[in-house]
């Protein structure tokens, strides 16, 4: 086996990668066709596309927004969530699911994560108190939370469900896609994510008295007025282009086909590192029914690596060619946080497992998985060279 790249050696992997986002001829025709339209804004296209991605994710409402996290102020404004209550939210996941509890003025409760990266539904009894108003799970890597145990908790407590499906477009819990089983979901459409026309997001829901509240604040709080409009709440200009919808279009007539190509993918890697020592994919929780693999998520055991740190470990692996990434941190390391625990303004709870997977998670991305089973072996491949090469890479941080 020859030197590691990152020591001077040649790496396992010279290809290519595929960039994205991705488009052809299609996107193209729906931008042009908007541009000539003159209706760049209100010309029926985001309406359609609402209704598209909503029945898509076996919703009735659909309700674009400008981006990810102005879905989730809005849906938390919608549900009257506000200073004085609580809402649970994973620790380890993008800032935006915490953020947008602290910017409505309400307290933010990080909880722990199960070895999927979701939130712990076995310990989120403990985490609920009088002032809890909602649970935000979050469908981490585009595999969906145990909503199962979400389900039952608000149900007990009378609570709100908020999903964040920033990540897993497609996705399905027991047979039904995410966003659609709690009281609403929250999808992003930034460049990075599976579906994007360069940023985004939509809400869906079931219920038509939270789509409407959904849209009121959306656009302003207003409704129509024999002498104009009124204005019923404090409402935000959250609302998308025509241009943008014409892309997500395009981009969710190939989403499914991606999907299956990802799954097919990640299933093959899956089963590669069952022999591979001291490398760790956790598999699929019991209720998953569909992935749409946003991130496959590698946990490593530093000891198999001869101690070596995760970031040592990624430098590596990336110098063979293999674009894996750190992952997140814990929202309980960001300042914002710990400022706001500091004034009682956020709880944090017991996070053994997410600092665990701060210290040993590993990810690659679903860029990864559309390349075909030979760039697959190849991150097989690598993790062994870095493996069998770990001693001599342990000499970096001594």
């Given amino acids: 086996m020859a030197e590691l790249a990152i020591l001077g050696g040649n790496p396992v992997y010279t290809g290519s990668w595929p960039t994205w986002p991705q488009w052809d001829q299609s996107e193209e025709k729906a931008l042009i066709d908007v541009l000539h339209s003159g209706r760049w804004q209100a010309g029926g296209r985001v309406q359609s596309f609402e209704q598209a991605f909503a029945s898509y994710q076996q919703a009735k409402h659909g309700i674009c927004v400008t981006n990810g996290t102005a879905s989730l102020e809005t849906a938390l404004r919608a549900l009257g969530v506000g200073p004085g209550d609580e809402v649970i939210v994973p ?76 990540q897993a477009h497609g996705s399905e819990w027991r047979g039904t896609r995410v966003g659609a089983i709690g009281d609403v979901g929250s999808f992003s459409f930034q460049t990075g994510k599976v579906m994007t026309c360069g940023d985004g997001g939509i809400l869906v829901t079931n219920d038509e008295e939270l789509a409407h509240k959904l849209r009121l604040f959306r656009e302003f709080g207003r409704v129509p007025h024999p002498d104009g409009f009124d204005y019923l709440v404090a409402g935000s200009n959250e609302r998308l282009t025509e241009f943008q919808a014409a892309i997500l279009h395009c981009q969710l007539l190939r989403l499914d086909e991606q999907i299956a190509r990802r799954r097919q993918a990640a299933d093959y890697l899956a089963k590669r590192l069952e022999d591979v020592p001291g490398v760790k994919f ?31 470990i990624c430098r590596a692996l990336n110098a063979e060619g293999i674009p894996v990434e750190r992952g997140y941190q814990s929202l309980a390391d960001f300042t914002v946080y710990k400022a706001a625990q500091a004034k009682g303004q956020c709880r944090i709870g017991s996070l053994a497992k997410t600092k665990q997977a701060v210290d040993s998670v590993l990810w690659l991305t679903f860029p990864a998985f559309m390349q075909g089973l030979e760039a697959v072996d190849a991150v097989v491949e690598a993790l062994r060279k870095v493996q069998a090469y770990a001693g001599k890479l342990r000499e970096l941080e001594s």
């Fill in 282 to 312: 956790h598999g699929l929780p019991e209720g998953v029914t569909r992935w749409c693999v946003y991130i496959f998520a590698l946990w490593v055991d530093r000891e198999a690596f001869a101690g070596c740190s995760k970031s040592l």
């Fill in 91 to 166: 620790a380890y996941t993008f800032s935006s699911s915490g953020l947008s509890v602290l910017v409505v003025g309400a307290t933010p409760v990080l909880v722990d994560v199960d070895q999927w990266l979701n939130i712990d539904t076995d310990i989120l009894p403990g985490y609920i108190t009088p002032r809890t108003k909602a649970i935000m799970p979050v469908h981490l890597g585009g595999i969906p939370a145990n909503m199962d145990g979400v389900l039952a908790a608000a149900k007990e407590h009378n609570l709100a469900i908020i999903e964040d499906a920033a």
